[in-house]
């Protein structure tokens, strides 16, 4: 069951209905200013950090769930509603909900009213606008009200939903009617150094910015008593909880219609001394607000600004588009694919529904396997953000696990101690210097631990991230795994002395004898890149040594990783086997299996099929393969919170979507390509969006998981959007599946695809130029490249050699065979 459908042609997605299985949001913002908004305009702003500069409040785990938002209230006659249904819940005539690339656009019918709200965030802006169109429908002439509502959080979204004590007694409001620019605008602020501004570009009947003035007593945001009484109180907010609303009497005759513009901006206000305490002037520097409300301040402005930001998508869009016979391919690929990567480079694992924006922040094997899928759009901002996050590292090569987009530092909370992040960062500087050819990144002078007075150039941030996993072997000669290594679930070093019975602390803790068999998949993987680019430097001997590790670790995955049908998953604190045939539970995971494959450990001896064909055979479904199997029955402390969960669920056998393309990726390395398509296409939105009702989720992006078979709900999508399934996802279609891969020295094309499809053709950016190229599969093949013709010249193996130059058409005609 569908609950819309997709417009490809606009890059939208069409909700038809509000009562989705669960909200389904977008993300407005591209730089700066952030807001979520859901299919019923439920969601919230920020500037920049979600959880240290919230600008409007939302409650999470509410009920009903997602009931508060940037609301619009129509009071016609007797009648209260809302263009996205939400919080009245009034029926509407019609409904729709179009999200698109970084704007949503709502549209209601009620009783010959048509109310169409388009939100975005400005390209530039520190504001959101909603565009308020109302039009009269009907036959008679329309005396109506409309009235706004924000709800403004405290800045501190933690603080906010906690220190009572004090923010009841913070807020505080200018209003100011009209001015040069016939805005009302409320300035909610806090006595600090910013503000927010709500305002319309009208004059106003009226308006509040007191919660409890505007709901009435005990009141609800569904119906509040301003809107029951059609009548605005004109309420100053004093501490509690200011709001922002505006009352408009609006009269339109038959067929005509009438535009507002509503913005809700951030602004900075600096300490000036001019400012502080002249009760005459206010207390707020009110000029940098008017600036940004005057470049706003008609309908047509706001509509070149809307332009601007559909263009800035067609173009970062345009760096890769495809066409082939398969709809569904071409719409995530050219599109939604795309979409989702760049919403990770924003948001990282900040804020989601699912996601508080107080919790997580930046991860730092979240952010760079994420810049894995967007360093081909932005690869400027990529160059900052792996230089942002190696300066969180340690100097010994360990790295704070995350950070806080605001400040860029480490949290201390959290700390150090996963071990695979450091093998992240190698993997992020490979693709960014495979994509642009910049090695200079490699020179550039780079702290740890956020301290400049540590700083390095960044090449020996990678060399003590890669040899971290050599100084902290375990006793099989594998990478010890530390608290956890991208299995943040398997704490291994849950130790005690009689397993099961007791144990020293639940939750991570560090210990020199749990190994990793996946971090040893990473680090042959990684490694490999690190040799290339040592050897690009002239280091040699430094490239010869490195070497040598990284066979002595195949060799050792093959000694004391190997399983006889798999790759073992790794070595508890005891030195006990997980990941075992000898194992009650947990026989078999998926992680070492993908990336032990990937980095083609034992492929010649056969290990890489015969991992392949296991996880077939014993992790497969119909919704994707799980994490696991058997899921853990029981509670196994030692193993710390996998199995936690009850079976089916997140790591403990759920269908854990971020390592679904590792198998896809890892069945292209050893040329299936039909296996490789099967297991893209089962867990890819669009082609599961048939089965909404299922999912449950957006049909448009991933979710972190869907529940494994072992579940009662079998199917069933959580944790929507913040997932490093997005770029893995698009890395493995458009780089293995595809097979258009930016290497070291050029572009390799080397596609791996169903062996029924005919071909398909591409656009691709690299490095300042455009390469067309065309694939055909006349003898219908699943991997091989016979034939290479580079604008018009024949080329022997399958890489395009970079050229010199920018600005290029380059023609490229690909016969697979
Ligand atoms: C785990 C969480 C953990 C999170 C953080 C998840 O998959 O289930 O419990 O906090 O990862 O990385
Ligand atoms: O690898 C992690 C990721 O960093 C956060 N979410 C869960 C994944 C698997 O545990």
Redesign the pocket.
């Known amino acids: 069951m569908k609950f819309g459908h997709f417009d490809d042609q606009n890059k939208e997605y069409v909700i038809t209905s509000p009562r989705t299985p669960l909200p389904w949001i977008n993300y407005l913002g591209c730089e700066n200013f952030f807001s979520l908004v859901s299919n019923t305009c439920g969601g919230y702003s920020f500037y920049k950090d979600a959880k240290l500069l919230r600008l409007t409040r939302y409650r999470y785990n509410n009920v009903p769930y997602d009931s508060n938002g940037h609301y619009y209230y129509i009071k016609d006659g007797d009648t209260i509603w809302n263009p996205g249904w939400m919080p009245s819940k009034t029926e509407l005539d019609s409904y729709e909900c179009r999200h698109g690339m970084g704007y949503s656009v709502f549209t209601g019918v009620k009783n010959g009213l048509m109310a169409q709200l388009t939100d975005f965030v400005p390209m530039g802006s520190t504001c959101e606008i909603n565009k308020l169109t109302l039009k009269n429908t009907s036959d008679k002439k329309k005396d109506f009200s409309v009235f706004s509502y924000v709800e403004f959080c405290l800045w501190n979204a933690m603080d906010d939903m906690t220190n009572f004590q004090r923010n009841f007694s913070t807020g505080e409001v200018e209003i100011h009617v009209g001015g040069s620019q016939l805005f009302h605008k409320t300035e909610y602020r806090e006595r600090r150094n910013h503000y927010a501004v709500y305002a319309v570009n009208a004059s106003v009947d009226g308006f509040d910015t007191d919660r409890d003035s505007f709901l009435g007593a005990y009141g609800e945001n569904s119906a509040p008593s301003v809107v029951v009484n059609d009548q605005s109180k004109n309420s100053v907010a004093s501490g509690w909880a200011p709001v922002g609303s505006h009352h408009l009497k609006v009269a339109l005759e038959p067929g005509e219609e009438k535009t507002y513009i509503f913005v809700l901006g951030y602004v900075e206000n600096p300490v000036n001394e001019k400012w502080v305490g002249r009760a005459e002037d206010g207390i707020i520097n009110r000029a940098p607000a008017d600036a940004l409300l005057a470049r706003f301040d008609t309908t047509e402005k706001a509509d070149a600004a809307l332009a601007e930001l559909k263009a800035y998508w067609d173009k970062l869009l345009g760096h890769f588009s495809i066409s082939s016979s398969e709809e569904k391919l071409d719409r995530m690929v050219n599109v939604w694919h795309q979409y989702q990567c760049m919403v990770t480079f924003n948001m990282s ?1 900040s804020a989601s529904y699912f996601e508080s924006g107080i919790g ?1 922040g930046m ?1 730092f ?2 952010s760079c ?1 994420d810049l894995l899928g967007f360093v081909h759009l932005i690869p400027d901002r990529a160059r900052e953000r792996i230089l942002d996050i190696a300066a969180t590292q340690f100097e010994d090569g360990s790295a704070y696990h995350q950070y806080q987009p605001l400040t860029k530092k480490g949290n201390a909370d959290i700390g150090s101690g996963f071990n695979d992040d450091p093998l992240w960062l190698i993997a992020a500087a490979a693709a960014y210097i495979k994509e642009t050819g910049d090695y200079s990144i490699l020179d550039e002078s780079t702290p740890y631990d956020s301290d400049p007075s540590k700083a390095t150039d960044f090449m020996e941030h990678l060399r003590r991230s890669f040899n971290y996993t050599i100084n902290h072997l375990g006793p099989h000669g594998l990478p010890q795994i530390g608290r ?1 290594d ?5 704490n291994l070093n849950c130790f005690s002395e009689e397993p099961g019975e007791s144990f020293q602390t639940f939750g991570p803790s560090e210990g020199p004898n749990a190994e990793s068999v996946f971090i040893a998949g990473m680090f042959v993987k990684y490694g490999k890149d690190y040799v290339k680019i040592c050897r690009h430097k002239g280091l040699c001997d430094e490239a010869d040594t490195a070497q040598k590790a990284i066979e002595q670790m195949e060799k050792t995955v093959m000694d004391a990783g190997w399983d006889g049908e798999w790759y073992l998953r790794a070595y508890d604190h005891y030195k006990h086997k997980i990941g075992s045939k000898e194992c009650e539970d947990g026989k078999i995971f998926i992680e070492p299996q993908g990336f032990c494959v990937i980095a083609e450990i034992g492929k010649d001896e056969g290990l890489c099929l015969k991992a392949m064909q296991s996880v077939e055979k014993y992790l497969d479904t119909k919704y994707g393969i799980v994490l696991l199997q058997p899921p853990y029955h029981r509670y196994h402390v030692e193993l710390g919170e996998i199995s936690s969960y009850p079976p089916g669920y ?2 403990n056998a759920g269908i ?1 979507c ?1 390592n679904n393309p590792w198998i896809s990726i890892a069945e292209t390395v050893i040329g299936r390509g039909n296996r490789a398509w099967q297991v893209y296409t089962r867990t890819c939105p669009a082609y599961i969006e048939d089965i909404s009702e299922i999912h449950r989720t957006e049909p448009y992006v991933y979710s ?1 998981m869907i529940a494994g078979k072992d579940a009662p709900n079998f199917g069933e999508a959580k944790n929507s959007w913040l ?2 399934t997005a770029a893995w996802t698009f890395l493995d279609v458009s780089q293995y599946i595809l097979g258009i891969r930016p290497d070291y020295d050029g572009l390799i094309i080397d596609p791996c695809i169903p062996d029924t499809m005919d071909g398909f053709t591409a656009k691709r950016k690299f490095r300042g130029n455009t390469y067309h190229i065309t694939v055909r599969n006349p003898a219908h093949v699943q991997k091989g490249v016979t034939k290479l013709i580079v604008d018009g010249a024949t080329i022997d193996g399958n890489m395009i050699p970079a050229i010199n130059g920018t600005g290029h058409d380059v023609t490229v005609e690909v016969t697979m065979g």
């Open positions: 694992r997580r991860g094997r979240d396997q956890a991208w299995n943040d679930c398997l997140k790591e854990f971020h972190q997932t490093g």
